[in-house]
């Protein structure tokens, strides 16, 4: 088995580190060549030249991008050197469309192709504790298991290709509702004059406690958000999301609401900050507080 590991983000740079763990990390690409060149001498192995020719040494791709357009543009340029029999395992966030779209290309060529999406943040990804959600044939999930098994902890075959993505957006989907509500809620300690660091304690053992709590209202305590999951993707996940419920005839209240708060986010200038960002306005909510 030889991995190839393309995109080397926030998310791909860990991944490719478990990956080479795991022993059978041939070698590396990304856009930023320095990136690349920097990651491959720390693990000894090859930075390639171009995506094509990370394909033509490699029987398993990963790839961690941004979003459809980057997927797309990466499986473009990797064509020309994929060997028959490969498999590309896509661990972006992408719409189920383009995954199908992938696919098919892929399956002209000879190739397999997984949508393989991932939840569990930054830390998930250098831990290797990820939950990874499957879509595509039965025979390319078995084989990408022993490759999955060195990302991520919880790996679930949904179905078709696409299904991941569509098990994904349902995370995506439940985050926005979270991480509001986590915001809120820390305005609201913080204008009570509550000692945050003793409340995100307390009540990160409590039923309203969640991931994002324990994991993020410290950030919001800080008022610091350095770049986990930043605004700028999740807002692209939303919009896969409205795309999708839109597909069915359906508006989603908690998706909307999210939108236009990033929307407000992007245009000061924090789409690059952590989505715990959402702080910046809920405080705003108690601006004309005053003591009592
Ligand atoms: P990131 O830090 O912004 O990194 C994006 C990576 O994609 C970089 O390596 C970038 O290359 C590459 N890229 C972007 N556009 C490209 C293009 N057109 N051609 C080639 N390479 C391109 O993002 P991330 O946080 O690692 O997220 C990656 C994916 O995982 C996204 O789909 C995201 O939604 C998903 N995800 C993220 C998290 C999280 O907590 N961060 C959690 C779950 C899932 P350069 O280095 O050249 O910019």
Redesign the pocket.
Known sequence: MHIGM???????MHMARNLHRGGALAGLW???AE?AAALAAELDVQAFASPAELARRCDIIVI????D??LR??VTALLPGVQRGALLID????SANSAREMQALLTRHGADFLDC??????EG?RLATLAIMAGGKPGAFERAVPTLNLLGRTITHFGDCGAGQAAKATNQIMCAGIIQVVAEAMAFAKAEGLPLDALIETLGKGAGSSWYFVNRAPFMAQQSYP????VR?HD??LRICRDMAAQKGATLPAVESTLALYEKLIAQGFGDEDISAVFRLTSSLFANSRAH
């Open positions: 393309i995109g080397l983000g926030a998310m791909g990304n856009r930023t990136k961690c991008v941004s979003a357009a980057d543009a990466v661990c972006s966030t992408v999406p991932v939840s569990g943040g930054v990804a770049a986990g999951f930043r993707l692209k996940d």
